[in-house]
């Protein structure tokens, strides 16, 4: 299957469109590549008779019996080690790993193999598959149900790194990243697998249900990966954002009455760098947002993107907000969370440059 | 409270670290009585649909065929053809040749590195001739056998160790790490033991396609301590998956002797059994041995018995790599007295014994394949050597890494042909 080329937009207009929560519409989305394409394999830890720990593959075991969809052994090397043989022979596997933060026993399989594995065999062999995995804080999960190691993939020559922020994305992200025939890593903001997240942890969270980018599609459409969503546009500076700060970048722009320009990354490699220079060469100003830990975070990459191509339209040096140079606290989560303060400094402090 | 470090609490014993040690060092006299090297042919052979419990026997003896008096005994004897074991002696000798040139090539500084299998030509070539052509085998870096048994261009694997602009690697991999999807052998990494559970993941893929396909997989016992080792045997177990696992223990890892991977308490045959699957451990310099235990497993999983481990029990003969100089660090005595002696030796003297070979014949064959390698050296040559320039276009650096180059791969490539035209002007 040939990957979506960047141009190649499903036109979803007159589509008929539901109301999902982000759980259902990757459900849909897997529903929709099992069903057309055998090759698609889905695997992981509890993803079987019991759907997953986020319901995210519910009903599919039933549906499309336990040689496409099955739990396996607990074992990351294993379930990424045997993805790659799967998709050397001419499978297309989706495997789960349950928390990004246990990704780390696969990395040798990601890195060494899955993302070399087309280059070392002059395309030979290569690994079509798409690792799924939850990722990003603000649900109390302390250390180790809070990471976002984005930035480790992104470093890896061979892979591409995908996250959505609403449920019409996910659905579109995640049938073109299990299309494309190169391996993606699938990072799922789980903040906001029910509802968009302001930033406001005190409040009730809003679920998806009213949200405009909550009315999915029927059936099968692709967004290609690549290519980055305006999601507001503005003059008076660039935020470069994903995932769940998209969210709470909108809310305190919404907030502060600051004509900002929000860009939702989806793909962070390979990067949409045109969206970026455009909207930054037209605001002169750039934010870069992530949840990530801040040194070497992908905002580094971002940052360091902005100044070597947007130079003469800066007037202020790009700022990063990040979550800070710690492992991920659980009572101090709402300290360690970037949220509407940190961000709120950093647009003063970039208007007032 | 017992005070803090020396000792511990005053009246508990004292403990002490053990750390493995090879019998013999450099110099030492070889003696190497304490390994048991059983009679052939007085092995049981189970039948091929057994439990894997009724293997756990031959986890810790050692299948043997070849005897002594180099006749073919017991119920592991696969009873082949004069012919296919020609076949057979042909492809190991022919290993042989092909390394003892590629060595020189590497200290003539046509290459940067090479490896050799001396003495572990069994292990590759007889599993080879054991399994289908396109069952998919995972092999480590020291099974050229196998594309050699599966008649891959010599011409083919010189190109790849030179590096040239014939290399259809691209000369993008360091020598040896050879890939053909056309002979079902899969690209090999520089990472140890990673391609136990991808092998695994092929056979679960041809058993949910129900296909008659297996996977066989090679790796070292030094290897055997890695995760993916472990993980490996876990899915195959679990999923019955129709994999063989061929742990080549040649007794050296390098520099570290097979005990810093658990040899000293058992077997890697054994590792089977806390798995629930079945095991041989085998003489991994006996040929028919090879070859009958390779058939037998490959009979398994082809009937949906699931997996079989195999430990080829051998010795490396050479040392680890180029890079690698075994003296020392292991007495030089040992190749000399290894107990199974030399896989090529005992088919030569099989055939012999049958009335179906002699040594001239031998002598023949070895002159032939000697000039074979050669006459494929040349012609690699003339695609170039490492270093000399006739290499690929500087473009291809930057292809395959995905499948289209993205914005930032193409812009490097600019910049490494823009660097390129700097350093030799036109």
Redesign the interface.
């Given at each position: 299957m040939a990957t979506v080329s960047r141009d190649d937009v499903v036109s979803l207009a007159d589509a008929p469109a539901r109301p999902m929560n982000m759980i259902e519409a990757i459900n849909d989305a897997l529903d929709i590549m099992l069903e057309r394409d055998p090759d698609v394999i889905v695997m992981g830890e509890d993803v079987g008779y019991f759907g997953g720990v986020f319901r995210a593959t519910a009903s599919l075991q039933e549906k499309y019996g336990k040689t496409r969809v099955f739990d396996t052994p607990i074992s990351e090397n294993g379930i990424i080690g045997a993805a790659v043989g799967m998709g050397a022979y001419g499978l297309r596997p989706v495997p789960e790993i349950q928390f990004a933060d246990y990704i780390y026993p696969g990395l040798d399989q990601l890195i060494s193999e899955a993302a070399r594995l087309r280059y070392r065999s002059a395309g030979e062999f290569i690994a079509p598959m798409t690792v799924r995995s939850p990722f990003g804080g603000g649900i109390f999960g302390g250390q180790t149900h809070s990471q976002s190691p984005e930035a480790i993939f992104t470093h890896v020559a061979g892979l591409k790194t995908v996250v959505p922020s609403t449920p019409h994305d996910a659905k579109g992200l995640l049938i073109a990243a299990i299309e494309d025939n190169d391996p993606v890593i699938f990072f799922e903001p789980k903040r906001i697998y029910n509802g968009p997240f302001d930033g406001y942890y005190d409040k009730p969270t809003k679920p998806w249900k009213d949200h405009p980018d909550a009315r999915v599609p029927e059936g099968y459409y692709s967004i290609p990966l690549g290519k980055a969503r305006t999601v507001r546009e503005g003059h008076a500076m660039t935020v470069l954002t994903y995932g769940t700060m998209v969210h709470v970048a909108e809310a305190v722009c919404r907030e502060k009455g600051v004509d900002a320009e929000i860009l939702d990354l989806r793909t962070l490699l390979p990067l949409d760098i045109e969206a970026v220079e455009n909207s930054v060469e037209k605001t002169g100003r750039c934010l870069v947002i992530h949840e990530a830990t801040r040194t070497s975070g992908f905002g580094a990459e971002l940052a360091a993107q902005v100044q070597e191509r947007c130079f003469y339209h800066l007037e202020a040096p790009v700022e990063r907000v990040t979550g800070f140079d710690t492992p991920y606290p659980h009572s101090l989560e709402w300290a360690y969370f970037p949220g509407p303060i940190r961000i709120g400094e950093a647009i003063d402090k970039l208007l007032g440059a | 409270m017992a005070k803090q470090g020396e000792g511990g609490g005053y009246n508990r014993p004292r403990l002490a670290l053990h750390v493995p040690e090879p019998k013999f060092r450099p110099g030492d006299a070889v003696d190497f009585s304490h390994i048991p090297v059983p009679q052939a042919g007085a092995q049981m052979r189970p039948d091929e649909a057994c439990a894997p419990s009724d293997t756990n026997p031959l986890c810790t003896d050692l299948v043997r065929v070849l005897g002594d008096d180099h006749q073919a005994h017991g119920p592991w004897d696969p009873r082949l053809t004069p012919d296919k074991l020609r076949g057979m002696l042909r492809h190991m000798a022919l290993t042989r040749a092909f390394d003892e040139r590629m060595y020189r090539g590497q200290r003539q500084g046509k290459t940067s590195f090479y490896m050799k299998c001396t003495g572990e030509e069994a292990t590759s070539v007889a599993a080879a001739h054991a399994l289908a052509s396109d069952d998919?085998v995972?092999p480590s870096y020291r099974q050229q056998g196998i594309l050699i048994a599966r008649d891959y261009p010599l011409l083919e694997m010189i190109n790849q160790i030179y590096s040239n602009r014939g290399d259809?690697?691209?000369g993008?991999?360091l020598p040896i790490?050879y890939?053909?999807?056309a002979h079902s052998f899969?690209?090999i990494?520089?990472?140890l033991a990673?391609q136990?559970?991808?092998?695994?993941?092929?056979?679960?893929?041809?058993?949910?396609?129900h296909d008659s396909r297996i996977?066989a997989t090679w790796l070292g016992e030094g290897s055997t301590a890695e995760?993916?080792f472990?993980?490996?045997m876990?899915?195959a177990a679990?999923y019955n998956a129709p994999v063989i696992f061929n742990v080549i223990n040649n007794q050296w890892a390098i520099s570290s002797f097979s005990g810093f991977a658990g040899a000293e308490r058992t077997t890697f045959a054994a590792r089977a059994i806390g798995y629930g699957i079945a095991g041989l451990r085998i003489d991994g310099n006996d040929p028919l041995a090879v070859y009958a235990a390779t058939r037998w497993a490959a009979d398994r999983a082809r009937s949906n018995n699931g997996p079989t481990l195999i430990e080829h029990f051998t010795y490396r003969a050479e040392g680890h790599s180029t890079s690698d100089d075994p003296s020392a660090y292991r007495s030089a005595q040992e190749r000399e007295e290894w107990p199974l002696g030399d896989p090529i030796m005992r088919l030569k003297q099989h055939l012999i014994a049958l009335g179906e070979w002699s040594e001239e014949q031998q002598q023949e064959m070895d002159r032939a394949l000697a000039e074979q390698v050669k006459a494929a050296t040349k012609e690699a040559e003339k695609n170039g050597i490492l270093g000399h320039g006739l290499h690929h276009p500087f473009h291809t650096m930057f292809e395959?890494?995905?499948?289209?180059l993205?914005?930032?791969l193409e812009e490097q490539a600019e910049q490494a042909i823009r660097e390129r035209q700097i350093k030799w002007p036109q």
């Amino acid at each position: 299957m040939a990957t979506v080329s960047r141009d190649d937009v499903v036109s979803l207009a007159d589509a008929p469109a539901r109301p999902m929560n982000m759980i259902e519409a990757i459900n849909d989305a897997l529903d929709i590549m099992l069903e057309r394409d055998p090759d698609v394999i889905v695997m992981g830890e509890d993803v079987g008779y019991f759907g997953g720990v986020f319901r995210a593959t519910a009903s599919l075991q039933e549906k499309y019996g336990k040689t496409r969809v099955f739990d396996t052994p607990i074992s990351e090397n294993g379930i990424i080690g045997a993805a790659v043989g799967m998709g050397a022979y001419g499978l297309r596997p989706v495997p789960e790993i349950q928390f990004a933060d246990y990704i780390y026993p696969g990395l040798d399989q990601l890195i060494s193999e899955a993302a070399r594995l087309r280059y070392r065999s002059a395309g030979e062999f290569i690994a079509p598959m798409t690792v799924r995995s939850p990722f990003g804080g603000g649900i109390f999960g302390g250390q180790t149900h809070s990471q976002s190691p984005e930035a480790i993939f992104t470093h890896v020559a061979g892979l591409k790194t995908v996250v959505p922020s609403t449920p019409h994305d996910a659905k579109g992200l995640l049938i073109a990243a299990i299309e494309d025939n190169d391996p993606v890593i699938f990072f799922e903001p789980k903040r906001i697998y029910n509802g968009p997240f302001d930033g406001y942890y005190d409040k009730p969270t809003k679920p998806w249900k009213d949200h405009p980018d909550a009315r999915v599609p029927e059936g099968y459409y692709s967004i290609p990966l690549g290519k980055a969503r305006t999601v507001r546009e503005g003059h008076a500076m660039t935020v470069l954002t994903y995932g769940t700060m998209v969210h709470v970048a909108e809310a305190v722009c919404r907030e502060k009455g600051v004509d900002a320009e929000i860009l939702d990354l989806r793909t962070l490699l390979p990067l949409d760098i045109e969206a970026v220079e455009n909207s930054v060469e037209k605001t002169g100003r750039c934010l870069v947002i992530h949840e990530a830990t801040r040194t070497s975070g992908f905002g580094a990459e971002l940052a360091a993107q902005v100044q070597e191509r947007c130079f003469y339209h800066l007037e202020a040096p790009v700022e990063r907000v990040t979550g800070f140079d710690t492992p991920y606290p659980h009572s101090l989560e709402w300290a360690y969370f970037p949220g509407p303060i940190r961000i709120g400094e950093a647009i003063d402090k970039l208007l007032g440059a | 409270m017992a005070k803090q470090g020396e000792g511990g609490g005053y009246n508990r014993p004292r403990l002490a670290l053990h750390v493995p040690e090879p019998k013999f060092r450099p110099g030492d006299a070889v003696d190497f009585s304490h390994i048991p090297v059983p009679q052939a042919g007085a092995q049981m052979r189970p039948d091929e649909a057994c439990a894997p419990s009724d293997t756990n026997p031959l986890c810790t003896d050692l299948v043997r065929v070849l005897g002594d008096d180099h006749q073919a005994h017991g119920p592991w004897d696969p009873r082949l053809t004069p012919d296919k074991l020609r076949g057979m002696l042909r492809h190991m000798a022919l290993t042989r040749a092909f390394d003892e040139r590629m060595y020189r090539g590497q200290r003539q500084g046509k290459t940067s590195f090479y490896m050799k299998c001396t003495g572990e030509e069994a292990t590759s070539v007889a599993a080879a001739h054991a399994l289908a052509s396109d069952d998919m085998v995972f092999p480590s870096y020291r099974q050229q056998g196998i594309l050699i048994a599966r008649d891959y261009p010599l011409l083919e694997m010189i190109n790849q160790i030179y590096s040239n602009r014939g290399d259809k690697l691209k000369g993008r991999q360091l020598p040896i790490m050879y890939s053909s999807r056309a002979h079902s052998f899969f690209t090999i990494s520089g990472n140890l033991a990673t391609q136990v559970p991808q092998a695994v993941g092929w056979a679960m893929a041809s058993a949910i396609r129900h296909d008659s396909r297996i996977a066989a997989t090679w790796l070292g016992e030094g290897s055997t301590a890695e995760g993916d080792f472990h993980s490996g045997m876990t899915f195959a177990a679990v999923y019955n998956a129709p994999v063989i696992f061929n742990v080549i223990n040649n007794q050296w890892a390098i520099s570290s002797f097979s005990g810093f991977a658990g040899a000293e308490r058992t077997t890697f045959a054994a590792r089977a059994i806390g798995y629930g699957i079945a095991g041989l451990r085998i003489d991994g310099n006996d040929p028919l041995a090879v070859y009958a235990a390779t058939r037998w497993a490959a009979d398994r999983a082809r009937s949906n018995n699931g997996p079989t481990l195999i430990e080829h029990f051998t010795y490396r003969a050479e040392g680890h790599s180029t890079s690698d100089d075994p003296s020392a660090y292991r007495s030089a005595q040992e190749r000399e007295e290894w107990p199974l002696g030399d896989p090529i030796m005992r088919l030569k003297q099989h055939l012999i014994a049958l009335g179906e070979w002699s040594e001239e014949q031998q002598q023949e064959m070895d002159r032939a394949l000697a000039e074979q390698v050669k006459a494929a050296t040349k012609e690699a040559e003339k695609n170039g050597i490492l270093g000399h320039g006739l290499h690929h276009p500087f473009h291809t650096m930057f292809e395959d890494v995905f499948e289209e180059l993205p914005w930032h791969l193409e812009e490097q490539a600019e910049q490494a042909i823009r660097e390129r035209q700097i350093k030799w002007p036109q």
